[in-house]
Structure formats: C-alpha cells, structure tokens
C-alpha cells in the first residue's frame, strides 16, 4: 500500500447499493448507463443458463447467485445472442462471464478517459490493506515495541490517551538517561494539542478529515510550543467547531501567547471570546454597504456602554435571544436511527421527533458529525435520490414513511464561477427577465427574455460571453479577473441595455442591492415575495448580481435557506445543518433562527449540529452525545427538551445550559 494503510477496492454495497430491486428494476447501479445494458443483457443470458431466477429481488438469491453476478462464473463458457434495437443487426457468439467486479476492474485499468475513470471510481471504497492490516508498516518495524506498544498502535490513541501512556510508562535506569530529552518533547507536545482543546483527535487522525477550526488550533499549538517573542498573531475565528467546555482552555492558551509578549489579534463572533480581549475594534454598523466603519474601539466595558455597538448592546445583555415560551410537541412520529456504531459511536439509538426543532449538542470529537451527517444524513440522500454513499454503520433506521424528502442546507458556495449570483440561485431572475420583455421597447424590438439572460448569446456582451470580467491566466501565478473593456463589466451589449423598465437597464437592476430592489419592484408580486424573503434571512445587503464567490459561508447558506422557503413545501421535510452559526454575528443568529423556526413551523423538521448555547436554548429537543471526545465519547449522555438536558448532571452541555435557562 506505498504506507498508506489503505487500498481502493470495488466495493459491493456500492454497486449493489438497495438488493430489495430486481436486476431490471435497476438493483446493479453500474448499469444505469446505455453502454452498461449491453452488460445487463449478457447477465440475464448467463441466469437463464444457470437457473438464477432475476424476476426475484437480490435480497432473496442466496450467495453463490450473487458471487457469480459480481465474480464471474470460473471460466465457463455461455452462447451469447444479441439484438440490436431495430431487430436487424443480430450478434452471436460463444464466450464467459467475467462478473461486474473484474469488468470495472479492467475497464478502470484500460480506459484512457479521465471521466470514465472517476465514473468508475464512484463504487470504490477505501479498504485496509490486507498485507499490514493498515498499519503502514513491514512486519519487522512493528516488531519494535516501547511499553508493550509499536509506533502504530501508539498512533492510533487520543492526545489524551497518549499523554496517559507516556505518563505510566516504566523505564529501566539506562532506558531513562537515553530517553530523557525525548519523553520532555513528547510531553510538551502533547501538552499543546490538549491545551488547544484536541485531546480528542488520534495522532493518526488525516489531515484532510480535519475541520478548519482543528486545523488551526494545531497550528497555534506548534506556536505555542515556539516559545517565540515579539510575534503578532492573526487567528480567524478560533472558536469555531469548539465547545465551552473547551474554549476556556483555548482562551488561556491565547491569553498564554500574549503573556510571553505577543500581539494576538482575533476576528471572532463569540461573545465568551470577545469578553476575555483586552481591547475590542468594533466595525458596522451594518453589513455590507452598510457597514464598513469603524462603531467603537476599546476594552470590553466601553463597548458595552456603547449604543451604536451591536455587539456592545448582546455584551450588556440589551439584546438578547429569547427563551421561547413553549416548546413544540411535534407531530407524534419519529426517525429512529437504531444501533448506529459509525466510527467512535457506541451502537447507540437517536430518537428524532418529527415537526420540532432539533440539535444535537456534545464535546468536539463526540460523534455529533458521524450520527447526522455520515449516517442519517447518507441514509436520507440514497433513500430519496438513489445516492451511491455508504452511510455510517447501523442496525436500521425507522420511521423514513413519515418524510418526503431531505434536504442538506451546508456553507458551501451556491455556485463555483462569478456567473453564478443570488439573483440566478433563487430563481428570481427568471421573473425579472420576463418583466424586462413584456415592455414596449422590448417587444417592437423583438427581445423574449431569452435577450435579458447572460448566459446566451443574443442580448449578452460577446467579448466577456455575460461574465462581466475577462479572466487573465498567471504563470505560477493565481488568476487575475479584470471589468470586460467592452461592457465595462455591464455583462450586456449597449442594444440590451436601452430597454428600461422605470428607467433603469437589467445591468441597473442586477447592481442593485435586495433592500433597493425590494422598493423597486414593490408592485410586482413575484418578484417582491422572494426579495422579501431574502430581507427576512438577513441577507438585504448583498447586490443581487454579486458574484457567488465572493459570498461568505454564511451567507451562502441563508441564500439556500430562501430557496427553501420559497417552494410549496408538504410540511413533511427534514433539513439537516451543520454549524450553520459559524460566522455569524448575535444579531444574525437571531435572524438565522427566525427563518429555521418557520421551516418547522410549516411542519418541517429541522436537525442542527450546533454548540452555539442561544441555538440551544431555542430547541425544541436536544441529543447530546459525550461524555468527551474520541474514544471517550460515541453515547447520548441526556436527550428531551432543553430544560430537562439542563438537569442532567452527567451532561457538560446542560451545566453551561442552566446558567442560560
């Protein structure tokens, strides 16, 4: 495995991702394409020759069946006739069944095509591999042990249980004097990665599976470890992913930093944080156009005094979010996902009562992510839209009859290139462009909406093709993205741009704000519904033209949220987010909550993965797993409302809760 530890291998579940289907009901994924019923057809030949009933759902063949569809049939050979579609060309010819496994095989081995490739690889799953056991390592390397351990099996604790190893490990005189220096650096390590909240993460943990949150604090643990002098530190949102209980230790390790002599510098939205800073620079009042000032600078109890400062007016505890009054019971029914046992989780069974507001709550590294996100969060994509991921492992899940559909409203971008904007996303250019072509000018001239659209050519400036910028490829250089010469980044030729509708061109409309358009198009029904909503998740000064590269995350994900609220819902969806306050301001918090608390209002359930305490506070039920992180974690510690989890002793969740209920 090169030291790996893994190997990629077909992998069964995958390409045979629902056995109850039959082979013609579409049971082999791989067979979906027109190239692969030549493949389906070879099959059904060999099963007729072989007695394998395929009218029966796979679930009912037994293993030797399913061996010789995925494995092939050992070489023995089968008359095989073909039909072309139109019934003249006819095909004949004797040959074997090489089984679907050793065909991808052999098709990802020869293909010369990129995309096939990456098709092919969709039904791969990461394996261990079967010469180390995925341990990376020869035999004769891990026959070296210290304490009973070799380097793998001391790679795969916690931070904690490491430290723990270390600090119980018996040494001779001799093996002492060697190791001396060594174990002193160990520990010190060691030390910084629990210090900045990690204790959790196993030191064979990839790095690619870290958040950006974990990523960044094992940096700022290296710079602990520095030991430098006279360095400024900038730290983007440190906080994010931590629970209380460990952002206290990450607050004295930044308070650590500055006590050696450094400059910490910290843009965060956490109010803990923000009271622990000894001087605060307050920007807004606003976002976006209206913000960009400077509100208020100082140390904590002047911002606090400060009526102009958001942030100062939530420090006071002049703004608030509320406590609601009840909480909701929910329709009676619930999704149970039973005996789930995905990475750390301990076969535990999560109860998720339908028509409420749901967060699952718990320590960094507790099995919040696996629970919803790798196992009830796959299981919901393959049930509803045949998606090919394997979810975590669990027994079963019941209770899917009660929902229609799922739906995963994350941070990322709602589109990859500047062409893509939150006019497009929402669906609300397409009324505008309609607008546009129902005026006068338009129709003497001929333009359908076809001519207002930037994404065909006809009404579009041909030199930028509708982007509005010209792309300049760098050398080893990043690519640089300068306004088109010929529209002057108006994305539209100067013919287009003489219809107006109130005087203002399409390229005035797409430039506006949605507070601007919403006054605007105040008339106009279709269009005023779905700016209202944009005004309503708080995203009013974002230009509806903006480029969606340049939206931040959370941005993005109220966008989303407006999609959402937009459609005719049936009251029976589940929305699953997580983190969805990472970025976000107090006052947007709220916001975010008032739009998520009328998606369940509707009748919708909505599952958050949160450590925000005002998210919490606000839920209908919460499921707090723990007790710690790691291998420590993986069990509900306390489930019910927010104000029985308070009263639960065992639940660090509920003790930081109470002082808030």
């Known amino acids: 495995c090169q030291g790996l530890g893994v190997r990629l291998e077909f992998d069964p579940d995958l390409i045979i991702p629902d056995k109850s289907l039959t082979i013609d009901g579409g049971a082999v994924a791989v067979w979906g394409a027109t190239i692969d019923a030549f493949y389906r057809k070879s099959f059904k030949i060999v099963a007729g020759q072989m007695g394998i009933d395929i009218e029966k759902p796979l679930s009912r063949w037994n293993d030797e069946q399913l061996n010789i569809l995925l494995y092939g049939a050992g070489g023995r050979r089968f008359h095989f006739k073909h039909l072309s579609h139109d019934g003249v060309g006819r095909w004949e010819y004797e040959g074997t069944w090489e089984g679907v496994i050793p065909n991808l095989t052999r098709r990802h081995r020869e293909t010369k095509s990129d995309g096939m490739r990456e098709w092919i690889q969709r039904f791969m799953s990461t394996i261990p591999c079967g010469a180390c056991g995925g341990k990376k390592l020869k035999p004769e390397i891990l026959a070296v042990t210290v304490g009973g351990k070799n380097i793998a099996e001391l790679s795969d604790l916690s931070v904690g249980e490491c430290a723990q190893f270390f600090k ?89 930093l500055r006590d050696l ?121 393959r049930r509803f839209y045949g998606s090919i991921e394997k979810p975590g492992r669990h027994e079963k899940i019941e209770g899917l009859e009660n929902i229609d559909k799922a739906v995963v409203i994350d941070q990322s971008p709602i589109g990859r290139t500047p062409r893509s904007n939150p006019a497009t996303y929402t669906q609300l250019f397409t009324p505008v462009r309609e607008l546009f072509a129902q005026i006068h000018e338009a129709k003497v001239r001929g333009y359908g ?82 700016l209202r909503l944009l005004a309503d998740v708080g995203v009013g000064y974002i230009k509806l033209g903006q480029a969606a590269t340049t939206l931040s995350g959370g941005e993005a994900q109220r966008i989303k949220l407006t999609l959402e609220l937009s459609k005719i ?32 209002d509707k009748g919708n ?44 002793r065992k639940s660090y969740t509920g003790q930081y809760l109470k002082k808030l209920l």
């Not at 399409?506 to 704000?513: C, W």
């Not at 987010?577 to 608390?597: I, S």
Request: proline share 4%.
């Open 168 to 256: 119980k490990l018996k040494l001779s005189e001799q093996e002492t004097s060697i190791s001396k220096q060594i174990l002193k650096e160990v520990f010190s390590r060691l030390s910084f990665l629990e210090n900045v909240g990690l204790d959790y993460l196993t030191l064979s943990r990839q790095a690619a599976t870290l958040s950006g949150g974990e990523s960044q604090r094992i940096r700022l643990a290296t710079q602990v470890g520095s030991q430098l002098v006279g360095v400024m530190y900038i730290l983007d949102e440190p906080s994010i992913g931590l629970h209380q209980k460990d952002n206290l230790r990450l607050l004295d390790t930044l308070k650590n």
């Open 261 to 381: 002599g450094n400059t910490v510098i910290v843009v965060e939205h956490d109010l803990e944080t923000i009271e622990c800073a000894d001087h605060i620079i307050d920007l807004g009042p606003g976002a976006g156009v209206h913000g960009g000032y400077l509100v208020a600078e100082g140390p904590p109890a002047k911002i606090r005094r400060n009526k102009k400062s958001l942030t100062g007016r939530y420090m006071s505890g002049d703004l608030k979010i509320g406590v609601p009054e009840k909480r909701r019971q929910g329709s009676g029914k619930s999704i149970v996902v039973a005996g789930a046992g995905g990475h750390n989780l301990k076969n535990i069974s999560a109860r998720f009562p339908l028509g409420r507001f749901i967060c699952v709550s718990g320590v960094s590294g507790s099995g919040k992510s696996t629970l919803v996100n790798q196992t009830l969060g796959k299981a919901l994509m």
């Open 449 to 530: 909406k076809g001519r207002f659209s930037f994404n065909i050519s006809g009404g579009r400036c041909d030199k930028c093709e509708g982007d509005g910028i010209i792309k300049i490829e760098m050398n080893f250089l990043p690519d640089v993205y300068i306004p088109c010469s010929e529209c002057a980044g108006r994305r539209y030729n100067p013919q287009t741009l003489e219809v107006k509708y109130k005087g203002r061109s399409i390229a005035d409309v797409l430039d506006m704000t949605v507070e601007e358009a919403l006054e605007f198009f105040e008339h106009i029904p279709k269009i005023n519904r779905k």
């Open 569 to 600: 819902g049936t009251g029976k969806t589940v929305y699953l987010l997580d983190e969805p306050t990472t970025g976000l301001h107090a006052h947007d918090v709220k916001k975010l909550l008032e739009v998520l608390n009328r998606l369940v």
């Open 605 to 648: 359930t909505v599952v958050v993965i949160e450590h925000n305490l005002d998210v919490l506070k606000t839920a209908d039920w919460l499921i707090d797993l723990g007790p710690d992180g790691g291998d420590a974690g993986g069990e509900i510690v306390a489930e019910g409302t927010p104000e029985e989890v308070a009263k639960n």
